[in-house]
């Protein structure tokens, strides 16, 4: 049951590549081993993306920082009207 489930989560490739393993902790390992090996290359690009994404003009820190600096002005504004 549980290796059904496995091989029935992934995709068809991989499904094929580990439908014939019979137990569930061997076909874990597999995937596991698989995965946990980091293509470093596409790692850094991603974290050079993620560092250079903006919104507007602003980087995504600084429109995070305002928006979370908008929302506790906010909370603060609609507290002071709950209690006034």
């Known amino acids: 049951m549980v290796h059904s489930w496995i091989v029935n ?8 590549s580990i439908v014939s393993i019979e ?6 390992n ?3 081993d698989r995965y946990m090996r980091g ?3 596409h ?4 974290q050079h993306d993620i560092e250079n994404v903006k919104q507007g003009n602003q ?3 600084e429109y995070i920082t305002e928006l979370c600096c908008d929302i506790s002005l906010n ?5 002071f ?3 006034n």
């Not at 137990?23 to 874990?28: K, L, R, S, T």
């Not at 790692?43 to 991603?46: D, E, F, G, K, T």
């Not at 909370?75 to 507290?79: E, G, P, S, T, Y």
């Open 43 to 46: 790692i850094v690009r991603l």
């Open 30 to 32: 597999d995937l596991k």
């Open 23 to 28: 137990n569930e902790i061997d076909v874990w």
């Open 75 to 79: 909370c603060i504004v609609m507290k």
């Open 59 to 61: 980087t995504i820190t």
């Open 39 to 41: 293509n470093q290359s």
């Open 81 to 83: 009207q709950i209690f």
């Open 9 to 16: 989560s992934t995709t068809p490739s991989v499904a094929e």
